[in-house]
């Protein structure tokens, strides 16, 4: 079984910074793609960005290139997102997700319960 942790979310003003973590067990971490997403009140969830087993290749939405980045530590078995220039459109629940394979993939099998990110204007 794979559990996905995560922590780092909070209140921010626009234009400020915030480092997201997901903190997983299981012994998989290591050998699988992994995935952030977000979901806005009254919106649908949104991919962010995802990277892949060893970091090596990254992926990000549109909307947030060149603003956030995604990172992990095998070893710590965690996946990280610093988010900056945060703007007020960021605001959302934030989830951690495991990729079914070891590169960069849109399909997901595990979801951490995720962590609230709010930006004020």
């Known amino acids: 079984q794979v559990q996905l942790v995560e922590s780092g979310g909070g209140l921010v003003q626009a234009g400020g910074s915030l480092r997201l973590s997901c903190a997983a067990s299981g012994r998989t971490f290591s050998s699988s793609a992994m995935g952030w997403f977000r979901q806005a009140p009254g919106k649908g969830q949104e991919f962010v960005a995802a990277?892949?087993?060893?970091?090596?290749?990254?992926y990000y939405a549109d909307s947030v290139k060149g603003r956030f980045t995604i990172s992990r530590d095998n070893a710590k078995n965690t996946v990280y997102l610093q988010m900056n220039s945060l703007k007020p459109a960021d605001t959302a629940v934030y989830s951690c997700a495991r990729g079914v394979v070891a590169g960069i993939t849109n399909e997901y099998d595990y979801w951490g319960q995720g962590t609230q990110v709010t930006v004020s204007s």
């Open positions: 990277i892949s087993w060893s970091g090596g290749s990254t």
